[in-house]
């Protein structure tokens, strides 16, 4: 059995198993890991990521392209894929970093109605500092809402259902684990202040952790 079909496989598993736990539902989505299968994203759009950058000594979001990345269909995979080989050696050099490092790289399991969902492992999650893992977060949203191809919000999904500890600035979690542009925009590119962002591109609700 190769590598992707087991990977598909495994998306099935999880989709019949969490039938009810609140992930939505889409016959489509199958699950990738980007990095099993870097070819896929040999083509010829370009696309955007999101890194970090200090402005005027606070860390912020900046685009930077990926040119020659994206075929049609594969442009949430190969901006994942992306997200997960971080920065160039040109943009270290630049003061640009991310706020994550992951060995076996997140794992993009598809869309529905403008939702992606993207799957989070224990590596991710042992990210120490809060405040690089609300980044963190933060680049994933900004970048796959920034496609153009009708991705609004992102739910985060752990341990087969909608990750609830999902932090967001100033320590409140998304509920259900779903979030969008306006739950981050605090944190987004110079210019592009909360105000900026079109109505459809608000977020969810948050709550407030104690402590």
């Not at 442009?75 to 994550?100: K, Q």
């Amino acid at each position: 059995m190769t590598r992707r079909l087991s990977v598909v496989l495994a998306a099935v598993g999880i989709a019949i198993g969490c039938a009810s736990c609140g992930i939505p539902a889409s016959p489509s989505a199958t699950a990738f890991n980007a990095q099993a299968d870097g070819g896929a994203c040999n083509g010829p759009k370009s696309i955007n990521i999101y890194l970090v950058a200090t402005v005027n000594n606070r860390e912020r979001l900046q685009p930077v392209r990926r040119a020659h990345v994206a075929r049609d269909g594969d442009e949430a995979i190969c901006a994942i894929n992306a997200l997960n080989d971080g920065p160039t050696s040109d943009e270290v050099i630049n003061g640009l970093s991310t706020a994550f490092v992951l060995p076996e790289g997140l794992t993009y399991l598809g869309e529905n109605n403008g939702v992606a969902m993207v799957q989070l492992d224990a590596a991710f999650l042992s990210i120490a500092q809060p405040t690089k893992i609300y980044e963190a977060y933060g680049q994933i949203v900004y970048t796959l809402t920034g496609l153009g191809v009708g991705i609004d919000k992102v739910q985060f999904i752990f341990d087969n259902g909608p990750y609830l500890g999902v932090l967001l600035p100033g320590g409140g979690v998304a509920v259900d684990g779903i979030v969008g542009r306006q739950n981050y925009c605090s944190f987004g590119p110079p210019g592009q202040g909360c105000s900026s962002l079109s109505s459809g591109a608000k977020g969810t609700k948050a709550t407030r952790t104690s402590g």
